[in-house]
């Protein structure tokens, strides 16, 4: 069993920036592949970023990419989601999600895939 709990949203302007992160415990965070999912008010839940428990691929959507980064740290069990140029449109409850895997470059793109959810964390980007 793994749980997971985001921390780091809150409230940002629009052009600012904001990192949450996401820290692993009750199991290994090698072998799990990590990614972020974000879900608006009245919207589907969507993929935002992946990382292979490598650390050595990455994978982002259209709408994020270029000013979205992820990352992991493996020693702390604990992957991040480095947001920059938000836009209001960014606003969301951001969700951290764990892929069980054996393959140490793959990342997860699809919500099916992952095993295990935090509990989501609110970022709002005001204008």
């Known amino acids: 069993q793994v749980q997971l709990v985001e921390s780091g949203g809150g409230l940002a302007q629009a052009g600012g920036s904001l990192r949450i992160s996401c820290v692993a415990s009750?199991?290994?965070?090698?072998?799990?592949?990590m990614g972020w999912f974000r879900q608006a008010p009245g919207k589907e839940r969507d993929f935002v970023a992946g990382?292979?428990?490598?650390?050595?691929?990455?994978y982002y959507s259209d709408s994020v990419k270029g000013r979205f980064t992820i990352s992991n740290d493996n020693a702390k069990n604990t992957a991040y989601l480095q947001m920059n140029r938000l836009k209001t449109e960014d606003t969301a409850v951001y969700y951290c999600?764990?892929?069980?895997?054996?393959?140490?470059?793959?990342?997860?793109?699809?919500?099916?895939?992952?095993?295990?959810w935090g509990q989501g964390t609110q970022v709002t980007v005001s204008s």
């Open positions: 009750g199991r290994t965070f090698r072998f799990y592949a």
């Open positions: 990382i292979s428990w490598s650390g050595g691929n990455t």
């Open positions: 999600a764990a892929a069980r895997t054996s393959m140490r470059d793959y990342v997860a793109r699809r919500s099916p895939e992952y095993n295990y």
